[in-house]
């Protein structure tokens, strides 16, 4: 037998392909230290309406640190302070907090005010608005607030056939910040055979961050067998990515909090695994992924870069106010990096 025949098979190249952007986007930052910096202000506790942001380690470590969070506003104590999350809130919910005497610190993101003022406008000006988004999901019950007389919910592209509007030459659609961007423009192109003269959002409502997170995985899927998305389930953007992964040739995906939700056996026969996250997710998270992969083998990274973000937001102008009368800083940390540990 000669060597050449010797020669055992070759070992797959484990490797991984690290989405670029991913993780905390300038909302979710500016809602997490908005929080940190209420409790150095005030001191604990403070209360917090709704989770923050859509992540499981994020409000497990404010909770630790001294933040409360409760679902209504009613359940915060009279003249206590309470945040407002990054989902944003309904002006009923404004104005439950002041006849509560409530001292309000409002950590919507801008991006979602934004789609707010818009359906406040076209509200104004008697149209219909057609609001693509999720049910039940806090941003949408909180824009559909604005103007419940003129928004109606569409779920997707089979919710089309069954709209009915009061005059088709006033319609406008607008949509929910964390959307599939391929799935939101088929439920647009399917509203405009039927409403032809359907206006356009003066601009995007999908945020910079949910679509370059999923343009990033839609460059990596292909070559991946399987891609791993780090966030929460009821994160609505890290769940698209998980989506827009199946869909555009991962061949498994699936969306852990942590690296110890990784199942072993999804590892078979893997060559390429691609690891990203969603907006919401503090980066010591991913590296916990990357641990977890590096100690079975993939051990090289190579970064998918679809995109540069260098957006931020400054913190909301009641916090800015007592920090400054106290002499702080209100500086943001803009790399994703959360001071809670894991577990
Ligand atoms: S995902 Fe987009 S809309 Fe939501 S907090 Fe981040 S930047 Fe704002």
Same mark, same amino acid.
């Given at each position: 037998? %000669?060597?050449?025949?010797?020669?055992?098979?070759? $070992?797959?190249?484990?490797?991984?392909?690290?989405?670029?952007?991913?993780?905390?986007?300038?909302?979710?930052?500016?809602?997490?230290?908005?929080?940190?910096?209420?409790?150095?202000?005030?001191?604990?506790?403070?209360?917090?309406?709704?989770?923050?942001?859509?992540?499981?380690?994020?409000?497990?470590?404010?909770?630790?640190?001294?933040?409360?969070?409760?679902?209504? #506003?009613?359940?915060?104590? =009279?003249? !206590?302070?309470?945040?407002?999350? +990054?989902?944003?809130?309904?002006?009923?919910?404004?104005?439950?907090?002041? %006849?509560?005497?409530?001292?309000?610190?409002? +950590?919507?993101?801008?991006?979602?005010?934004?789609?707010?003022?818009?359906?406040?406008?076209? !509200?104004?000006?008697?149209?219909?608005?057609?609001?693509?988004?999720?049910?039940?999901?806090? =941003?949408?019950?909180?824009?559909?607030?604005?103007?419940?007389?003129?928004?109606?919910?569409?779920?997707?592209?089979?919710?089309?056939?069954?709209?009915? @509007?009061?005059?088709?030459?006033?319609?406008? &659609?607008?949509?929910?910040?964390?959307?599939?961007?391929?799935? #939101?423009?088929?439920?647009?192109?399917?509203?405009?055979?039927?409403?032809? +003269?359907?206006?356009?959002?003066?601009?995007?409502?999908?945020?910079?961050?949910?679509?370059?997170?999923?343009?990033?995985?839609?460059?990596?899927?292909?070559?991946?067998?399987?891609?791993?998305?780090?966030?929460?389930?009821? $994160?609505?953007?890290?769940?698209?990515?998980?989506?827009?992964?199946?869909?555009?040739?991962?061949?498994?995906?699936?969306?852990?909090?942590?690296?110890?939700?990784?199942?072993? #056996? &999804?590892? /078979?026969?893997?060559?390429?695994?691609?690891?990203?996250?969603?907006?919401?997710?503090?980066?010591?998270?991913?590296?916990? @992924?990357?641990?977890?992969?590096?100690?079975?083998?993939?051990?090289?990274?190579?970064?998918?870069?679809?995109?540069?973000?260098?957006?931020?937001?400054?913190?909301?102008?009641?916090?800015?106010?007592?920090?400054? !009368?106290?002499?702080?800083? /209100?500086?943001?940390?803009?790399?994703?990096?959360?001071?809670? $540990?894991?577990?």
């Amino acid at each position: 037998m %000669s060597s050449a025949q010797m020669t055992p098979p070759a $070992s797959p190249r484990k490797r991984v392909l690290l989405a670029a952007p991913r993780g905390y986007c300038a909302g979710v930052d500016r809602a997490v230290v908005t929080v940190e910096k209420a409790l150095e202000l005030y001191g604990p506790p403070v209360y917090v309406r709704k989770e923050i942001v859509h992540n499981k380690h994020v409000v497990t470590t404010l909770e630790k640190r001294g933040a409360i969070f409760v679902d209504e #506003t009613q359940q915060v104590p =009279e003249g !206590a302070t309470v945040v407002f999350s +990054a989902h944003g809130v309904a002006p009923v919910v404004h104005e439950e907090a002041r %006849s509560l005497g409530l001292k309000t610190i409002d +950590a919507t993101c801008p991006l979602v005010t934004k789609v707010h003022r818009e359906a406040v406008r076209f !509200a104004t000006h008697d149209y219909d608005i057609l609001l693509i988004g999720h049910e039940g999901h806090e =941003e949408v019950v909180g824009t559909s607030g604005e103007a419940p007389e003129h928004i109606t919910l569409v779920e997707g592209p089979d919710d089309v056939d069954h709209i009915t @509007v009061r005059d088709p030459e006033k319609v406008v &659609w607008l949509s929910q910040t964390t959307l599939s961007v391929d799935e #939101t423009m088929e439920t647009v192109r399917r509203l405009r055979e039927r409403f032809p +003269a359907m206006q356009d959002p003066p601009s995007d409502d999908i945020c910079y961050a949910t679509q370059n997170r999923q343009l990033a995985v839609k460059q990596m899927a292909k070559d991946c067998d399987l891609m791993i998305v780090v966030g929460s389930r009821n $994160s609505s953007n890290s769940v698209r990515l998980v989506e827009v992964a199946l869909e555009h040739g991962a061949r498994a995906g699936h969306l852990v909090d942590y690296a110890d939700e990784i199942d072993p #056996t &999804w590892l /078979d026969d893997v060559e390429v695994v691609g690891v990203t996250s969603g907006a919401s997710v503090p980066e010591v998270l991913v590296r916990g @992924v990357l641990d977890f992969l590096a100690g079975r083998g993939y051990d090289e990274v190579t970064p998918v870069i679809a995109a540069e973000e260098s957006l931020t937001f400054s913190l909301p102008n009641e916090i800015r106010r007592d920090l400054k !009368a106290r002499g702080m800083s /209100d500086k943001m940390r803009h790399d994703g990096s959360f001071a809670g $540990s894991l577990h």
